[in-house]
T-cell receptor, first 111, second 113 residues
Framework: DVKVTQSSRYLVKRTGEKVFLECVQDMDHENMFWYRQDPGLGLRLIYFSYDVKMKEKGDIPEGYSVSREKKERFSLILESASTNQTSMYLC??????????FGPGTRLTVT | GENVEQHPSTLSVQEGDSAVIKCTYSDSASNYFPWYKQELGKRPQLIIDIRSNVGEKKDQRIAVTLNKTAKHFSLHITETQPEDSAVYFC????????????FGKGTTLSVSS
């Protein structure tokens, strides 16, 4: 079974803090993705990576950056957290097949 | 930019009825259309998908149809059961690197017994 894990289920941070969200997959997948999920807005793609050190902007990259130094790990970075970044963050990975496998999500609250 | 429209946003049916959720996409280069189910507090999971060279696909009580000309695809659930209650998301592949998906906003399906 594909396993995608995220470092925290719940996270509370203060405005202006630098926040790191970590995602790890154990299936040697080339592709990894970060989405945010908000009620009524569905899943919106923030960034994705199709190889180590490679990244592509999604629909809403503003205020975020990513890092992929190792194949199994994809990090989402909020350089200076703001209250409008309070959301559920979902990581996903995909190998040579079509299916994206999601992690359990991190609910981030910025106060 | 590319987008996926999904309707309805909420759907309530009686157990045993059928449910239909419809999506339209804008990118004519999209060639892969998955449907994900997300139960409350859980991660989205793929339930069925279809590629653009196929018009219909069925898996037990679930079917997906695709009309490439009209750029729309639909999810059909027959003989609904209470455990079908969840949020359903459609998605379409986008041409960037050929691997990313753009999702619809979701449909909350409630099946009452």
């Amino acid at each position: 079974d594909v396993k995608v894990t995220q470092s925290s289920r719940y996270l509370v941070k203060r405005t202006g803090e630098k926040v790191f969200l970590e995602c790890v997959q154990d299936m040697d997948h080339e592709n990894m993705f970060w989405y945010r999920q908000d009620p009524g807005l569905g899943l919106r793609l923030i960034y994705f990576s199709y190889d180590v050190k490679m990244k592509e902007k999604g629909d809403i990259p503003e205020g975020y950056s990513v890092s992929r130094e190792k194949k199994e790990r994809f990090s989402l970075i909020l350089e200076s957290a703001s209250t409008n970044q309070t959301s559920m963050y979902l990581c996903a990975s995909k190998g040579s097949g079509d299916e994206q496998y999601f992690g359990p999500g991190t609910r981030l609250t910025v106060t | 930019g590319e987008n996926v429209e999904q309707h309805p946003s909420t759907l309530s049916v009686q157990e045993g009825d059928s449910a239909v959720i419809k999506c339209t996409y804008s990118d004519s280069a999209s060639n892969y259309f998955p449907w994900y189910k997300q139960e409350l507090g859980k991660r989205p999971q793929l339930i069925i998908d279809i590629r653009s060279n196929v018009g219909e696909k069925k898996d037990q009580r679930i079917a997906v149809t695709l009309n490439k000309t009209a750029k729309h695809f639909s999810l059909h659930i027959t003989e609904t059961q209470p455990e079908d209650s969840a949020v359903y998301f459609c998605a379409a592949s986008i041409k960037q690197a050929g691997t990313a998906l753009i999702f619809g906003k979701g449909t909350t399906l409630s099946v009452s017994s």
